[in-house]
């Protein structure tokens, strides 16, 4: 009996302790209030900056795609990747004995052709001497044309092809047709490849490159020619890279459920620093005033009360001079004009250089003895 009693003590010792803590607890939370901090920005003439971001990839500018003209195997490459070409350099062969036995059959008949091609021309030039002295009749000059005509298209005919075979020999050589840097060797020898395939690619020089991005279907109206661009790669993340937008294209490409547009920037690569495939960081800057009357952005979307719809007015609140007691700051329509990252044009209202407007309100928690400031 005696433990049972002094269980029910300790559990009435603690019920109670808690209550107290919980009166103690609210009694302290109701000797506290809100203080409120105000922060502002002076207002100031400056430049004002509209800029998107954006990625793209790097290519070399004016790429030289070298093909074969014909198929089968390779015989050799004389040269490789980074490799530096002149114009007319040899730069491979492929494997030549089919056609050179097609050369040689076809230069004989064309030979053939040609002596009797000449044959029959000087028995048609000998046919026609006799026609002028009535020696042979018009019927037995007639026949002889007919023969002459016949060799003639048979010898253009074997001409024209021993032409093309040369020619078809000739492809077996792959020259450079640019001087430049090779940047893309496709092919290995004894490969067989197809006619068509791309067997080199070649800078014509490396210290220019162009830069693809993709701008999204939302700001592609901010975008046109003649912007700067600046960029980053990975490869070099504290370099800032520069170049400026030559085509805005107008050929749309989906990326999942965005319509993206493709602009191409043309920038300097003197250091050789860039290589084509690199992914780029890029900012275009769409919009710039110099030395305008600007307010931070965030200037818009704070307010010391409660508001409602302004039904596209734009307010902000400037800094009251002198009045203590009441709310430090009144209400300002203005007008605006280019709304750039981190600032906004003012193009009209009561705003001046050296106001001071609102850009944020910090709320804290103070005793009721504290010294409630309305900051700075």
């Known amino acids: 009996m005696q433990m049972k009693f002094s269980t029910k003590k300790i559990v009435y010792s603690i019920i109670s302790i808690g209550l107290i803590c919980i009166i103690y607890f609210w009694i302290r939370s109701c000797t506290r209030t809100i203080d409120v901090t105000y922060r502002y920005e002076e207002v100031h003439k400056a430049d004002v900056v509209k800029t998107i971001a954006v990625t793209g990839r790097l290519e070399v500018e004016d790429p030289f795609y070298v093909m074969s003209k014909i198929g089968g195997p390779v015989r050799a490459v004389y040269v490789d990747f980074n490799s530096q070409v002149k114009e007319g350099q040899l730069l491979a062969e492929i494997d030549s004995t089919d056609i050179d036995l097609k050369v040689y059959r076809v230069s004989l008949q064309y030979e053939r052709a040609k002596l009797e091609f000449e044959e029959i021309k000087s028995n048609m030039e000998s046919k026609n001497e006799l026609l002028k002295e009535n020696l042979i009749s018009k019927k037995e000059y007639d026949i002889a044309e ?42 290995n020898p004894r490969e067989i490849h197809n ?107 704070v307010s010391p009360v409660k508001t409602v719809d302004q039904s596209g007015k734009k307010i902000i609140w400037k800094k009251r001079k002198g009045i203590i ?12 004009g280019l709304i750039g990252d981190l600032y906004t044009e003012i193009t009209g209202g009561a705003i001046a250089p050296g106001d001071s407007v609102l850009v944020n309100i910090e709320k804290t928690l103070a005793r009721k003895d504290d010294i409630t400031s309305y900051g700075k």
């Open 146 to 187: 007919i023969t002459y005509k016949k060799a003639l298209a048979k010898f253009k005919n074997s001409k024209l092809e021993y032409e093309l075979i040369l020619k078809e020999k000739s492809y077996t050589r792959i020259y450079a047709p640019i001087s430049g840097t090779i940047i893309s060797r496709e092919v």
């Open 195 to 301: 006619p068509g395939k791309i067997f080199f690619i070649i800078a014509k020089n490396m210290k220019k490159m162009r830069l693809l991005i993709n701008i999204d279907e939302s700001e592609i109206g901010n975008v046109k020619t003649n912007l700067n661009v600046r960029f980053t790669v990975s490869a070099y993340p504290d370099k800032v890279f520069t170049g400026t937008i030559s085509q805005v294209r107008f050929n749309p490409i989906p990326q999942g459920a965005i319509i993206t547009y493709q602009s191409l920037v043309y920038c300097n690569n003197d250091e050789l620093l860039l290589k084509p495939g690199m992914t780029a960081t890029a900012v275009v800057q769409v919009g710039e005033k110099k030395n305008v009357l600007r307010v931070p952005n965030q200037a818009f979307i």
């Open 325 to 336: 007691g009441e709310l430090p700051v009144e209400k300002v329509e203005v007008t605006t």
